[in-house]
């Protein structure tokens, strides 16, 4: 469970979403993957994160974790085995609830990369 910022105490929703992106920063990112049990944030895991926001912030688009993972030259289910799913990552990465529907599909989203498109 994602403890509280005391400096910004209302800074995460109830399911430990960050309210506001622009909060975010790399500190932030830091103790959100320890306290999720991710650990030190590795370069891969700040590309998918630099990947994640900005896909968000300049878009509001959600990417399907097979291609994200393809598009950054990363073994397949990098998400998952990075972070533990796109939940976890999307709030590493300091993102907005992206609501129920969207969590449904992060939360059952494919892993497997086999799948030729």
Same mark, same amino acid.
């Given at each position: 469970m994602i $403890?509280r910022?005391?400096k910004?105490p209302?800074?995460?929703?109830?399911?430990?979403?960050l309210?506001?992106?622009?909060?975010w920063?790399?500190h932030?990112? $830091?103790?959100?993957?320890?306290?999720?049990g991710?650990?030190e944030?590795?370069v891969?895991?700040?590309?998918?994160?630099e990947?994640?926001r900005t896909?968000?912030?300049?878009? &509001?688009?959600l990417?399907?974790q097979?291609?994200?993972?393809?598009?950054?030259?990363?073994?397949a289910?990098?998400?998952?085995?990075l972070? &533990?799913?796109?939940?976890e990552?999307w709030?590493?990465?300091?993102?907005?609830d992206?609501?129920e529907?969207?969590?449904?599909?992060m939360e059952?989203?494919?892993?497997?990369?086999?799948?030729?498109e």
């Amino acid at each position: 469970m994602i $403890q509280r910022d005391e400096k910004r105490p209302n800074a995460l929703d109830s399911k430990g979403f960050l309210t506001d992106p622009a909060l975010w920063d790399a500190h932030l990112a $830091q103790r959100t993957a320890r306290s999720l049990g991710i650990g030190e944030l590795a370069v891969a895991h700040w590309r998918i994160i630099e990947r994640l926001r900005t896909n968000w912030l300049e878009a &509001g688009d959600l990417p399907l974790q097979r291609h994200l993972c393809r598009e950054l030259d990363l073994t397949a289910g990098c998400i998952d085995k990075l972070f &533990g799913g796109l939940i976890e990552a999307w709030k590493v990465a300091g993102l907005p609830d992206p609501g129920e529907e969207a969590r449904v599909y992060m939360e059952n989203m494919e892993t497997d990369d086999t799948t030729t498109e």
